[in-house]
T-cell receptor, first 113, second 114 residues
Framework: DAGVIQSPRHEVTEMGQEVTLRCKPISGHDYLFWYRQTMMRGLELLIYFNNNVPIDDSGMPEDRFSAKMPNASFSTLKIQPSEPRDSAVYFC???????????FGPGTRLTVL | AQTVTQSQPEMSVQEAETVTLSCTYDTSESDYYLFWYKQPPSRQMILVIRQEAYKQQNATENRFSVNFQKAAKSFSLKISDSQLGDAAMYFCASNSNSGYALNFGKGTSLLVTP
């Protein structure tokens, strides 16, 4: 069984550039979550989807961040324009429901120079 | 809102010994869930164990077990017969049926010495 797949694993970009992170959830999972991990703030939720519909985006830092889920097997997190303070590890996680646990992808380490 | 507190930034244990990682939480929910995740240097977040708050019995997964004290809002993780591969960052987390996002503690870094 394939787990949650994220790409790229590492991304280095320059300030002002557009960055797109990708996620493929586990097949059959109806919930998809995007988290960000930094030393200062730890792990925090950015947004989550249920059946491809965004439910809670209150964690999205600002308008530079956007997320989409065009179908059940694919989601993107886009940062435009990127800034050095966006440097972090971005995790995607999926779950078949609310009470079951969330399963995490390997993360994307983003560095914005 | 739920908050999770891990008061031990670092812990150390000798191989084959037992170690307990502490976690306390605060919630106004009556129906919630608690988790321990492990993050090794590869940074992959791996589920170690989970506990439903309505269950009184403490969860156990092989060498990992929890001590769930609902009244005290405490959820500690015990690792028995520690192995070198247990060295990692351990995060305590919670969510509920009204707040699906996981709320994480700051983590405890576990060092396992030979």
């Amino acid at each position: 069984d394939a787990g949650v797949i994220q790409s790229p694993r590492h991304e280095v970009t320059e300030m002002g550039q557009e960055v797109t992170l990708r996620c493929k959830p586990i097949s059959g999972h109806d919930y998809l979550f995007w988290y960000r991990q930094t030393m200062m703030r730890g792990l925090e939720l950015l947004i989550y989807f249920n059946n491809n519909v965004p439910i809670d985006d209150s964690g999205m830092p600002e308008d530079r961040f956007s997320a989409k889920m065009p179908n059940a097997s694919f989601s993107t997190l886009k940062i435009q324009p990127s800034e050095p303070r966006d440097s972090a590890v971005y995790f995607c996680a999926s779950s078949p429901g609310i009470s079951p646990p969330q399963f995490f992808g390997p993360g994307t380490r983003l560095t914005v120079l | 809102a739920q908050t999770v507190t891990q008061s031990q930034p670092e812990m150390s244990v000798q191989e084959a010994e037992t170690v307990t990682l502490s976690c306390t939480y605060d919630t106004s929910e009556s129906d919630y869930y608690l988790f321990w995740y492990k993050q090794p240097p590869s940074r992959q977040m791996i589920l170690v164990i989970r506990q439903e708050a309505y269950k009184q019995q403490n969860a156990t997964e092989n060498r990992f077990s929890v001590n769930f004290q609902k009244a005290a809002k405490s959820f500690s993780l015990k690792i028995s017969d520690s192995q070198l591969g247990d060295a990692a960052m351990y995060f305590c987390a919670s969510n509920s049926n009204s707040g699906y996002a996981l709320n994480f503690g700051k983590g405890t870094s576990l060092l396992v010495t030979p």
